[in-house]
């Protein structure tokens, strides 16, 4: 698995530049303002959402997430976050926060349907100090790409990796 995340940051380092469009968490549409929360800070995110082709018995191969792989960064580079299945984000201080599954995750589709949808993810905290350590929420907001191919997959087990961009806005609880 190490090697496999290896390979697939060193993949990200080699997609193009595309500048993400940026959006204030406040501009996120209600259904993803979580209430008492305050924002943190956000990050601007590049990266890949990972599809594979699957197929049901005697059905025709169709794509299924698997899992976005992003790195984020933020606040002149100071901000280094990746992000990847869980869904989960690290920070290179080491603190960690992933997908809270007692708690679904709010979707709000994109204003360009041919882009990811915008969500609200409810974490669990990370005890550990560090840069992640407060965060509650993550929103995923300004897509740009990452949508499954459009084709369908000719044979089941096929993975694409489709470059997408966002900005992810990182909330607190209010004090």
Do not use: C, N
């Not at 979707?107 to 965060?135: H, K, N, Q």
Request: glycine share 8%.
């Amino acid at each position: 698995m190490r090697r496999w995340v290896l390979a697939a940051w060193l993949l990200l380092g080699a997609l193009p530049a595309v500048a993400p469009q940026t959006v204030a968490a406040a501009e996120a549409p209600p259904a993803l303002q979580p209430p008492g929360a305050r924002l943190l800070f956000t990050a601007e995110a590049s990266g890949v959402q990972i599809y594979k082709s699957v197929a049901e018995a005697g059905g025709a191969p169709h794509w299924v997430l698997q899992a976005p792989l992003a790195r984020l960064t933020g606040d002149g580079g100071r901000i280094a976050i990746f992000h990847y299945a869980g869904p989960s984000w690290e920070a290179a201080d080491g603190s960690r926060v992933a997908h809270d599954p007692a708690v679904p995750v709010v979707s709000a589709p994109a204003p360009d349907p041919a882009d990811i949808p915008w969500l609200l993810v409810a974490v669990t905290d990370d005890p550990a100090p560090g840069l992640l350590a407060r965060v509650a929420y993550v929103q995923r907001l300004a897509t740009h790409g990452g949508a499954a191919p459009a084709a369908p997959p000719v044979r089941p087990d096929t993975l694409v990796g489709v470059p997408y961009t966002a900005t992810y806005a990182f909330l607190a609880w209010a004090p």
